[in-house]
């Protein structure tokens, strides 16, 4: 059986009878796949990589985390398969590169995340009659994180979009640090380009840390994955966003329908179309990585696809194979 056949095989749903090697005369896969990316989709390709290997012990796939920037120079460059991105690849600043190496790609959707702003209770207890920080608008996260801020007591921020005060109190923030995909994306949601954003604020890439240090300011707020804020739902207050005219909190069902905006973060598998149409191995982590997508992202405490966003990722699975 030649490899475009079998790769077809394996897309169409026959991935148990290409790995198993039954029927047909299909040989087992074997083989290399080369996956690097965001840590926030290292589970959920490590899990992939597991139930592929399970029923394909020949193949060997390798899971890195050096985030999706440095995922999609690899990618242009052939020297990965898959990207494992937690934003779309940059029009302007990356994909020249892969059109100046020939390199092609295709986005295959997986799961879903969100950045949540959280920060302690007890501000309440500085200013009990007002409370805490029940919601912001987008611009006031602006001008709270952007660079250059002079922004040093909430208060500063105005009212509150649900027509209380801000409370007072000095600011102590927490977030991510430059380079890594979290910071990325919140500065290009919120501060409108990519890398602009104060500096005076403590960072970790690891969101159970943001969350202990929060949990030990009483002025502390920053922003962290969702499952981090689920994690310590009880002892945390979630702030929601003003959009639309309505403050939206982020949950799975806003994060999931897109309405908690603009920090919900689509999540991708990029592949290189010609490693998905020469390598079989490659063809067969990306179908089951899409056919199990729901399970797969709800075990990596992600959000899962809804049923007609999995239809529409199987379709540009299909769509990158020629299919």
């Not at 005076?200 to 202990?212: E, F, G, K, P, Q």
Request: charge should be positive; aromatic fraction near 6%; glycine fraction near 10%.
């Amino acid at each position: 059986m030649n490899m475009r056949r079998l790769v077809a095989l394996i897309l169409a749903g026959g991935f148990a009878l290409a790995a198993g090697g039954c029927g047909g005369g299909a040989a087992p896969l074997s083989g290399a796949v080369a996956v690097d990316g965001a840590g926030v989709l290292v589970p959920f390709a490590q899990a992939a990589a597991a139930g592929l290997t399970r029923t394909s012990p020949r193949v060997k796939v390798t899971v890195g985390s050096s985030g999706s920037a440095r995922a999609f120079q690899r990618l242009c460059a052939g020297e990965i398969d898959v990207a494992a991105a937690a934003r779309p690849i940059d029009p302007l600043t990356e994909a020249p590169a892969c059109r100046r190496s020939g390199a092609q790609y295709s986005a295959i959707r997986v799961a879903g995340d969100g950045l949540v702003v959280v920060n302690n209770t007890a501000l309440t207890a500085s200013v009990a009659r007002f409370g805490n920080i029940y919601c912001l608008r987008p611009e006031q996260l602006k001008a709270l994180w952007r660079s250059g801020s002079t922004v040093t007591d909430y208060a500063q921020l105005g009212d509150q979009p649900v027509h209380l005060p801000m409370p007072r109190g000095r600011v102590s923030l927490y977030g991510a640090p430059a380079g890594t995909d979290a910071f990325d994306f919140f500065t290009e949601r919120i501060d409108g380009t990519r890398g602009d954003s104060r500096t005076d604020y403590r960072a970790s890439s690891d969101d159970a840390v943001l969350v202990r240090e929060i949990l030990r300011d009483r002025r502390g707020l920053g922003y962290v994955g969702l499952a981090a804020y689920e994690a310590q739902a009880e002892r945390l207050n979630l702030i929601a966003l003003f959009v639309g005219g309505r403050c939206v909190t982020p949950t799975a069902d806003t994060i999931r329908d897109g309405s908690y905006r603009p920090l919900t973060r689509p999540l991708f598998l990029y592949v290189n179309t010609r490693s998905l149409a020469e390598k079989p191995q490659v063809a067969g982590f990306l179908s089951l990585a899409v056919t199990r997508a729901i399970p797969l992202a709800a075990a990596s405490k992600l959000i899962p696809l809804t049923r007609a966003q999995l239809r529409s990722s199987r379709t540009a699975l299909d769509r990158a194979a020629g299919r």
